[in-house]
């Protein structure tokens, strides 16, 4: 059996590179399970065995004593697991069985493929990368990506149709995940966090939020579909907040974390004739890290716009690249546009542009190369495109951390941009220590330097927003509500708030009213569901939270935009079943009026276009990584309130 994916095969095709078994289960379900439903192709990539002491038992348990310590027989119970796990979500009788082969990588390694023997359209790639070397020295993914140790060896499944162990060295992980990906050709490639959320504890040391393993397993990953894509690898790179969830409040809601929570139970379980992974036992719901399916900086979203001559652009990222959607003038069908690579920079984030008295701007939070020092060129860039219609080369805004410990520069999040009443270029980032960093352009594009706005407790992804009076604004969520940043005149300084709305579970999105009233909305916690508020432009107070009653489990962003012929907003987000799901609320009274979803199946996010007459044009990215245009009028499944 090739594991390459067949020339004529039409079904989307989902990879998810992960350190662990279970990491998948914990961190990237509903959207795996949603895809498997969907009767796509998946395929997951498990890079280290994770068999952790060896033994089968919850630590601390009665059984735990008793069990002898086996590494292979633990790794196994965890294969076990993910087997049934993946029986189930596949929707198939859990006695279904699985096969086995061996598949040669390009540095002539082998490594192990299972795949459902009824539905071999779904399956793992173990690497089996062990803890302990074969000489019982410490190992781990990210000693090997740090290039701490040469090479690491794995460990050996029992019953595995391999027969010896492999070893891979830094180079050779990358180079193998990299050809898998270009005969997979995968629409989707989901990862752990490359960029987790660091610390400074009291002893000084840094300490990550995440396990050290799910951070190199992202980066061997971002590292291989970035040599995928000058091999023409085009795909939407989606990255999932890994132990850091826990921090968190909840989005999903009861039903959507049942069914998540059933999966890992199974997990645990494993299949009727072999056990599964009994260390999770009853620490999927005090664990909490599962209870959330979070990407982090919005990768997969897409930045939308229209110029003064009604044509549109749209900014996103594909296969660690940025790209560019020109559909031109703002399409009255359903359409698909293909996109257009922005050669330059490798990108860790979606992109955020605007329209600047020098013309359209773009700017991406950037990383320059996929060696362990990346993490010290990470920085904001920017590139303005020319009279001709093409971009300059883009040129750096540096980081807030310049001179700087690495792991503050490591902290920054998504840049999110603004244009003020004076004309001048506000470019906003979180920063390390979770407030708001600031860097502003003059009218003729003099960058000052980076500022501290203050601020504690933000998450990475922001929004940003200039109100009618010239005014900047940026809201961000944290774990009690949201944080709001502005200015009391234009052109003036910032200050900060805390907005007390019960918790935010969700990135942020503000728009400013025909009134001159700004909206801003998010996920509430627990259950996802999309929430509203509006200040009002009077007196500047804001009112009480207001519940749409809709979006509840859904991920992401959300996408506002106000009719352009009637007081209405319009609202847009990914569903709990990975498909687009609009609501159409009174802009005065904030009631949803109408609501549905479209046919629309989307690997991002959302943004909203508007059109020239009627509805505004729902936008959204594809697997194929088209940019697809859905009239309003065209949506299916509207309630009408």
């Known amino acids: ?56 038992a919850p630590e601390g348990s009665v059984k735990y004593n008793l069990v002898a310590q086996d590494f292979s027989a633990y790794y196994g119970a965890r294969v076990n697991g993910s087997q049934a796990a993946y029986t189930h979500m596949g929707g198939y009788n859990m006695s279904a069985s699985w096969n086995s082969e061996t598949i040669t990588l390009a540095s002539g390694a082998l490594v192990e493929h299972v795949f459902l023997e009824d539905a071999p359209h779904i399956g793992m790639l173990l690497f089996s990368l062990a803890k302990r070397s074969g000489a019982g020295s410490v190992t781990s993914l990210h000693r090997l990506w740090e290039e701490r140790i040469d090479r690491q ?15 891979f060295t830094k180079a050779d992980l990358i180079e193998d995940l990299a050809q898998l990906l270009v005969g997979l050709r995968p629409h989707v490639v989901r990862t752990l966090n490359p960029l987790p959320e660091r610390v400074v504890e009291t002893s000084g040391d840094v300490a990550s939020h995440d396990h050290l393993d799910h951070e190199a397993s ?21 990255t999932y907040r890994g ?38 036992g009853d620490l999927i719901r005090k664990r909490r890290y599962g209870d959330s399916c979070a990407v982090r900086r919005s990768t997969g979203a897409v930045s939308l716009l229209q110029n003064e001559e009604g044509s549109c652009f749209a900014f996103g990222a594909l296969s660690t ?3 560019m959607w020109v559909p031109g003038a703002a399409p009255t069908t359903d359409v698909e546009v293909t996109p257009h690579p922005m050669t330059g920079v490798r990108v860790m984030s979606d992109l955020a542009a605007t329209l600047t008295p020098r013309g359209l701007e773009v700017f991406a939070l950037r990383s320059e190369s996929d060696d362990p020092l990346q993490r010290r060129t990470l920085d904001i860039v920017t590139a303005q495109r020319s009279p001709e219609g093409g971009f300059t080369a883009w040129q750096t805004l540096g980081n807030p951390y310049d001179r700087k410990a690495w792991f503050k520069k490591f902290g920054i999040g998504s840049p999110v941009v603004a244009v ?15 407030g708001l960093s600031c860097r502003i352009a003059d009218k003729d594009g003099a960058w000052g330097k980076w500022l501290d706005l203050g601020g504690a407790g933000a998450d990475v992804d922001l929004s940003a927003v200039t109100a009618r009076d010239g005014c900047v604004y940026v809201f961000g969520s944290t774990a009690e509500g949201l944080l709001c940043w502005s200015q009391e005149m234009c052109g003036g300084g910032f200050t900060s708030r805390a907005l007390a709305v019960g918790g935010s579970a969700g990135p942020p999105d503000a728009l400013c009213a025909d009134d001159g009233s700004l909206l801003v909305a998010w996920r509430a916690a627990g259950t996802g569901e999309v ?16 519940p749409t009653g809709w979006g509840m489990g859904g991920i992401g962003r959300i996408a506002a935009i106000m009719d352009p012929h009637r007081p209405a907003v319009w609202l847009a987000s990914r569903s709990r079943s990975g498909m687009a799901e609009f609501a159409c609320l009174r802009s005065d009274s904030l009631d949803c009026i109408r609501r549905g979803t479209a046919e629309l199946a989307v690997a991002g996010g959302l943004a909203w276009a508007p059109s020239r007459e009627g509805q505004p044009l729902l936008a959204g990215v594809t697997p194929a990584g088209n940019l697809r245009f859905c009239p309003t009028g065209q949506l299916t499944q509207e309630t009408n309130r």
């Open 1 to 56: 059996m090739s594991i390459a994916s067949p020339a004529d095969d039409q079904r989307n095709v989902h990879v998810q590179i992960c350190a662990h078994l279970d990491d998948d289960l914990y961190f990237m379900n509903p959207d795996l399970l949603h895809a498997m439903r969907s009767g796509d192709r998946v395929l997951s990539i498990f890079l280290s065995a994770g068999e952790a002491d060896g033994k089968n």
């Open 153 to 167: 060896d794995g460990l050996l499944l029992p019953g595995s149709p391999l027969t010896s162990v492999q070893s």
């Open 218 to 238: 992202a980066l061997f990953a971002h590292a291989a579909v970035d040599r995928a894509r000058h091999q023409g690898l085009v795909t939407t790179v989606l």
């Open 243 to 280: 132990y850091e969830n826990k921090h968190w409040p909840s989005n999903l809601d009861a039903s959507t974390l049942r069914e998540k929570h059933l999966a890992l139970s199974i997990y645990g379980r494993g299949r009727p004739d072999r056990p599964g992974d009994r260390k999770v």
């Open 321 to 323: 690249s940025p790209v």
């Open 420 to 434: 003020g009443g004076d004309d001048r270029v506000y470019v906003f980032v979180r920063n390390f220590g979770s």
């Open 531 to 546: 929430t509203v508020m509006r200040m009002s432009s009077l007196d500047g107070r804001w009112t009480a939270p207001h």
